[in-house]
């Protein structure tokens, strides 16, 4: 049985860090149900097929929020994982795992869809070109990522040796399988956190090469919008996912220690603040849900 002892993390650290999700937790989990509600009562806003994937990521960090969150907070709040058991610990890594990685892959999709909404529309404008072009690029995020993880972290034959008293448990064997672990970083984080970032820089220089053209059409405010509703999104994704990432090239592939404890202590919890503050992003990308002059009208 693993011995469970304190965090080696400092009190000071672990209570500053409770504290500053805590303070940002509740407003965005009382936003969120704001949103949500003014896309349940308006089929004008949630028709709109440019504001399906942003529901998507909203969705996926609310749940985060309400589910995974409270995991960490204990944590950071004891400082060991309750309850000390291997299984819980499976469930805890694959859940983590899943939710942050759906969510970098739904971001990924958003960025190369923008590209379709704005330059290539005629692919969705057939319920088929939906399908293919929308609906199923982001089905198969809610379904790649968790499978992926199951089998790795769930299923996989190796020997895991838990840390309770850090946070993850530490770490789950596969990550000692090089080819396995290479193929997950570089696959499930790399490769979606530089989607993101060509996504959008491109997608921003498309439109700026096009403006007097585009600006003369009547799809320029629509093409406005959604532009900064990416760029508003990736901005957020940029600011506290490639900092973790690039660390974690490092640490993988050159030097293992590199930056060890600011890893442990600050990159770590990091991808966090994604999700604690994708409510706020979200509100500020969908003016017509606060606006008083687009007021929302229940559907009968």
Known sequence: MNEITESSEPLIVRHIKLFLFISIELPSVSISIYIFYK????????????????????????????????ITLQYLSSGHVKPADERFCLFWIWYNYSLKAIDLFLMAWTSIERHILIFHSYLVSTSIGKLKWHYIPIVICFIYIPLFYFLCVIIYPCENNFDYSSHLCHSICFHKITWLSIFDWITNILLPSLIIEIGSVTLLIRILIQFKKMKRT???????????????????????WISFTLISIIRLFFIPKFLDKLTLYYFHYSPYFVQLLMPCICLFCLPELWTRKNRVVPTQ
């Open 218 to 240: 009547i799809k320029w405010r629509a093409t406005r919008k959604m532009a900064l509703q990416l760029i508003s999104i990736a901005s957020l994704y940029s600011i506290f």
């Open 39 to 70: 896309f349940y009562h308006s089929y004008e806003i949630r028709s709109r097929i440019n504001n399906h994937s942003i529901l998507a990521l909203l969705f996926v960090s609310f749940i985060a929020l309400i589910t995974e969150l409270p």
